[in-house]
């Protein structure tokens, strides 16, 4: 908004100069975000401890019943009033993109809302159906990719048929063409991100900080991209318009460390399904529209093993009777392991910093 209001007046007066600067935006959306969350962040838990906490799931590690029972849910909309906020203030509200990620996040944790409301008020640990979040996901999901491969079908500069093609790391030019396939695709990247980071959500603090380090990831991606100098240079497909990504990405980060506060160990507010629903679609989204799909698969790699652990306890369970892990997603398997929950949460961190490095190293090595 800012941008738009005051970047006419830049040639009149010098220090306006700055709303020109991607960085600087970028910069100015994860501190306004920061200190939106920060200060909301009291208020807003005393509001939701008068309105009661859900029931700890007892499929859980029995040690969460006594220590977690009585922590209030639905903390995520800290985030997502932080990451709008941010976001609409210092962002170009004219880019169509930008409105496209907000569109997810606000759908997707829309749904979460409804889930951890119905399990707060009816005193449960059962939500909205399964097969009913899914559902809406996948139709928020459609409409979002519709609209992405629209737009970069009718940008500038760009290949024939590369708005339904999927990029390789690590090679310079290769893109596999999937046609009318990347619309499931793409559906399926936007809401297996936003799924895979609600299952890591189980632990203080444990999602939070891998969902800033892919964020801070994907703002450089999307800097990148989106810039015709810096892809030429770094031999990316440039996707116009995508650069003003990164000023959502940053929003995220400061929404997310203002959250951090308050659901660091011992956590006063949990994310629930409001948070991690809508920064996994955000992240996934953005991957889609930068085309890193693949490299959301290496940034987002915490994520992927905890759904994947879930994934083969059940195709375990169900085919010989066995069980692979002691409790999935896999943090549990650990905490039955006897590892404290700091360690487990701390030493997640470093692995999915680890693989943001390592997904960062795909945009040189080509």
Same mark, same amino acid.
């Given at each position: ?200 959500? #189980? &632990?203080?603090? $444990?999602?939070? =900080?891998? /969902? !800033?380090?892919?964020? @801070? %990831? +994907? ?5 990148? *991209? ?74 987002? #790699? &915490?994520?992927? $093993?905890?759904? =994947?652990? /879930? !994934?083969?306890?059940? @195709? %375990? +369970? ?5 069980? *692979? ?42």
């Amino acid at each position: 908004m800012l941008y738009l209001l005051l970047s006419p007046f830049a040639d009149q007066f010098q220090a306006l100069n700055l709303i020109n600067y991607l960085t600087f935006r970028t910069g100015a959306a994860m501190m306004t975000a920061f200190v939106l969350a920060l200060a909301i962040g009291n208020p807003f838990i005393g509001w939701l401890r008068t309105k009661g906490s859900q029931p700890i799931r007892t499929d859980g590690p029995e040690s969460h019943i006594v220590a977690k029972a009585g922590t209030p849910t639905m903390g995520g909309f800290i985030i997502l009033a932080g990451i709008l906020a941010g976001t609409l203030i210092w962002a170009d509200i004219s880019n169509p993109y930008l409105w496209v990620v907000i569109f997810v996040t606000a759908g997707f944790g829309g749904i979460g809302f409804i889930d951890d409301w119905r399990k707060v008020t009816q005193k449960s640990t059962e939500g909205l159906s399964g097969k009913g979040k899914l559902v809406l996901q996948f139709i928020i999901a459609a409409i979002a990719v519709v609209a992405m491969v629209y737009l970069l079908d009718t940008a500038p500069d760009t290949p024939d048929n590369f708005a339904t093609s999927v990029a390789v790391p690590f090679f310079k030019d290769l893109m596999v063409p999937l046609s009318y396939a990347f619309y499931l695709f793409g559906m399926v990247v936007i809401v297996g991100a936003s799924n895979a980071v609600n299952l890591t959500d #189980g &632990l203080d603090g $444990l999602a939070i =900080v891998p /969902v !800033m380090i892919a964020a @801070a %990831s +994907f703002g450089f991606i999307a800097y990148f *991209v989106g810039s015709s100098v810096y892809s030429e240079y770094l031999f990316l497909n440039f996707t116009p318009g995508t650069g003003e990504l990164s000023v959502i990405c940053g929003a995220m980060i400061g929404a997310g460390l203002g959250f951090l506060w308050y659901n660091a160990p011992p956590a006063m507010v949990f994310m629930g399904d409001t948070g991690s629903l809508s920064l996994g679609g955000a992240i996934g989204t953005i991957a889609v529209a930068v085309k890193h799909e693949i490299v959301l698969v290496i940034i987002g #790699g &915490l994520f992927v $093993l905890e759904a =994947v652990s /879930v !994934m083969v306890q059940v @195709a %375990s +369970f169900k085919l010989t009777g066995k069980r *692979v892990f002691r409790m999935a997603p896999i943090h549990h398997h650990y905490e039955k392991l006897g590892w404290a929950e700091p360690t487990i949460v701390i030493r997640f961190w470093i692995i999915a910093f680890v693989l943001a490095l390592i997904g960062l190293s795909t945009l040189k090595l080509r």
